[in-house]
């Protein structure tokens, strides 16, 4: 799995944005994703003495509130002019109960896993795509 890399200030949230596609390079659609826990998301801090040991995951993740009907190309997209049809936002909670905690001079790992229905063109075996993120956090600088 190829993580893309990327960074946030302290306590930011993180919007991950893709273009999803599947085996015959097809847009991945809302109707190609499976509707009962088709997108989940795990969240590791590798920097930590458990790096292996999710902090946070949510895996009730509405398909039809991250995988987008259209392509979308909003200015917070940079990569090229093929825009994008994933976008779902982490938000920062310090306690890792409803958001991970994006705590400065870490960096952690973000997987996200998309089930495909049956009878799709699958990236993958076991009809699962998943892609993911190696984000940096970088500490906020006190004014003392």
């Known amino acids: 799995m190829h993580f893309k890399k990327v960074s946030i200030t302290e306590g930011s949230n ?19 994703v ?31 509130d991250v995988v ?11 990569e090229d002019d093929d825009g994008f049809n994933f976008r779902h936002t982490l938000q920062h909670d310090s306690s890792n109960s409803s958001g991970p905690n994006f705590q400065g001079g870490h960096v952690f790992k973000i997987v996200y896993q998309l089930q495909i229905n049956a009878n799709q063109p699958s990236p993958y075996p076991a009809d699962v795509l998943s892609f993911g ?12």
């Open 14 to 32: 993180f919007t991950a944005l893709a273009r999803l596609v599947n085996v015959q390079n097809d847009l991945v659609t809302q109707s190609m």
């Open 34 to 64: 499976n509707s009962s826990n088709g997108v989940s998301v795990s969240v590791y801090d590798v920097t930590s003495v458990t790096p292996a040991a999710a902090l946070f995951s949510d895996s009730a993740i509405t398909r039809s």
């Open 68 to 78: 987008l009907s259209t392509i979308s190309f909003a200015g917070e997209w940079e």
């Open 133 to 144: 993120y190696l984000l940096s956090v970088k500490e906020l600088l006190s004014d003392d």
